[in-house]
């Protein structure tokens, strides 16, 4: 069992900044890919970025590229989500996720453990 508890959320103006946190209890980040998914209001949810499971490497979708940044700190067991120049299409409650199987995806379902998901609101 993995427990995640996403924090950091809120609501800023249109180039501002968050960071979010994800934090994971009962096994360790270390072990598992990690990924960022987002849901904005009537849209399905999408891919935001991931971490593999080494911490060797990121990837992002392209929507979000250069601004986001996926980290990990291994010591606190939780993965971050630093997000810069905001946009208001970035609206959206944001969920970490672990993959037990190993190796990152970009398709929701394939994914085994949730949070319970963080508000992100950009006004313009």
């Known amino acids: 069992q993995v427990q995640l508890v996403e924090s950091g959320g809120g609501l800023v103006q249109a180039g501002g900044s968050l960071r979010l946190s994800c934090a994971a209890s009962?096994?360790?980040?270390?072990?598992?890919?990690t990924g960022w998914f987002r849901q904005g209001p009537g849209k399905e949810r999408e891919f935001v970025a991931a971490?593999?499971?080494?911490?060797?490497?990121?990837y992002y979708a392209d929507s979000v590229k250069g601004r986001f940044t996926i980290s990990r700190d291994n010591a606190k067991n939780t993965v971050y989500l630093q997000m810069n120049s905001l946009k208001p299409e970035d609206t959206a409650v944001y969920y970490c996720?672990?993959?037990?199987?190993?190796?990152?995806?970009?398709?929701?379902?394939?994914?085994?453990?949730w949070g319970q998901g963080t508000q992100v609101t950009i006004s313009s």
């Open positions: 971490l593999t499971w080494n911490g060797s490497s990121t």
């Open positions: 996720a672990v993959r037990l199987a190993g190796g990152w995806r970009v398709r929701a379902y394939e994914y085994d453990y």
């Open positions: 009962g096994r360790t980040f270390s072990d598992y890919a």
